[in-house]
């Protein structure tokens, strides 16, 4: 569950980094950090499988609700260091016109 | 148990790199160009840019361990006092166990990143031939 939701993070942002082409907007951190840990996640379930083989794709209820509770806890953090990049970096000037006033 | 170690390790050794690939390139967009381009055109800009596709593979590596890190915290494999990985104080059947995993697991992460990022420099590469085959096309 925590793959599949990186992954489902990781085509929306890329789909909003491609339909915004705004470099303002530092959506390419997002699609860094969502596509990163897509890909190693596949390699962690890659080899889960290999040694569960059939059993992974039945995971029991109970680490089912809790990976996907980890899957959007890490979207939650993914997006929070994405806003204080955008506040660090004011790349439109906002918080410093903001500051100046 | 903590096969993010390795992409980690990956990442900052691609980022010295690549910081110090845009440093060389910078110095020499400053010169003049042995082929009559004159500095910092737009034609010696086009020329750089390695150094921005080695941030591409940076930006990877550190976007999965930044949040395969939180994943490891989750899961009580990593505490944020020393000795910082929970393996570490469970003896040395754990330790050995944790590297077992760090050179399966963290080093196939760490290949499959760069290997997507090759692809990634490939398809880039035919993107950036693009508008100049449609231009001798048209011509």
Redesign the interface.
């Known amino acids: 569950m925590?793959l599949l939701l990186?992954v489902f993070a990781a085509v929306i942002a890329t789909a909003v980094w491609y339909q915004k082409n705004d470099k303002t907007l530092l959506l390419?951190?997002l699609c860094?950090?969502?596509?990163?840990?897509?890909?190693?996640?596949?390699?962690?379930a890659?080899?889960e499988y290999i040694e569960l083989r059939a059993k992974y794709f039945t995971p029991a209820p109970e680490d089912m609700i809790n990976d996907s509770f980890?899957g959007l806890?890490?979207i939650a953090?993914?997006l929070v260091?994405w806003v204080v990049a955008l506040l660090i970096k004011d790349p439109r000037g906002v918080i410093k016109a903001r500051l100046k006033k | 148990m903590a096969?993010?170690i390795v992409?980690g390790a990956e990442a900052i050794v691609v980022t010295a790199a690549a910081l110090i690939l845009k440093q060389r390139e910078a110095k020499k967009a400053a010169l003049p160009q042995p082929t009559g381009v004159p500095a910092g055109s737009v034609q010696s800009e086009a020329k750089q840019g390695f150094s921005r596709k080695l941030f591409?593979l940076a930006?990877?590596?550190?976007?999965?361990?930044?949040?395969?890190a939180?994943?490891h915290l989750?899961h009580g494999e990593v505490q944020p006092f020393f000795p910082f990985l929970t393996a570490a104080t469970e003896g040395a059947g754990a330790v050995a166990e944790m590297l077992s995993e760090m050179a399966?697991?963290g080093v196939?992460?760490a290949v499959?990143?760069t290997a997507?990022w090759a692809v990634m420099l490939v398809v880039s590469r035919s993107i950036e031939k693009r508008p100049a085959a449609k231009a001798e096309a048209q011509a």
């Open positions: 925590t990186t390419g951190l860094w950090m969502f596509w990163g840990a897509s890909l190693m996640w596949l390699v962690d890659v080899f980890l806890s890490v953090l993914a260091i | 096969c993010f992409p591409w930006g990877l590596l550190w976007g999965g361990v930044v949040l395969l939180f994943e989750w399966s697991v196939t992460m499959l990143v997507v």
